[in-house]
């Protein structure tokens, strides 16, 4: 079992930032790749940015690419997302997720584990 706890959502204007982040308890930390993903009101749950078990691969989504940056820190246990120049199609609830292994996956399904999600708002 891994047990994941998001923190740092918030309301925020649009341009502004806001950093997330996921710690984690339970099993070996860095045996997991780690995904953030997202879901917005009646919308499906979507990928956002993975990184692989050692940090030396991120991905991301279209959508965020050049705004939003993953890391982890194996020794703390902790994943991080900072998120700059927000818009409000940004709007939604923030999940980490972690999938056992190196490789990538963007289907939420792949996933075993999920923290309880935080929310982040983007409005003027």
């Known amino acids: 079992q891994v047990q994941l706890v998001e923190s740092g959502g918030g309301l925020v204007r649009p341009g502004g930032s806001l950093r997330l982040s996921c710690a984690a308890s339970g099993r070996t930390f860095s045996n997991y790749s780690m995904s953030w993903f997202r879901q917005a009101p009646g919308k499906e749950r979507e990928f956002v940015a993975y990184i692989r078990t050692s940090g030396g691969i991120t991905l991301y989504a279209d959508s965020v690419k050049g705004r939003f940056t993953i890391s982890r820190d194996n020794a703390k246990n902790t994943v991080s997302l900072q998120m700059n120049n927000l818009k409000p199609e940004d709007t939604g609830v923030y999940y980490c997720?972690?999938?056992?292994?190196?490789?990538?996956?963007?289907?939420?399904?792949?996933?075993?584990?999920w923290g309880q999600g935080t929310q982040v708002t983007v409005s003027s």
């Open positions: 997720a972690a999938r056992q292994g190196p490789t990538w996956s963007r289907s939420s399904s792949s996933y075993a584990y």
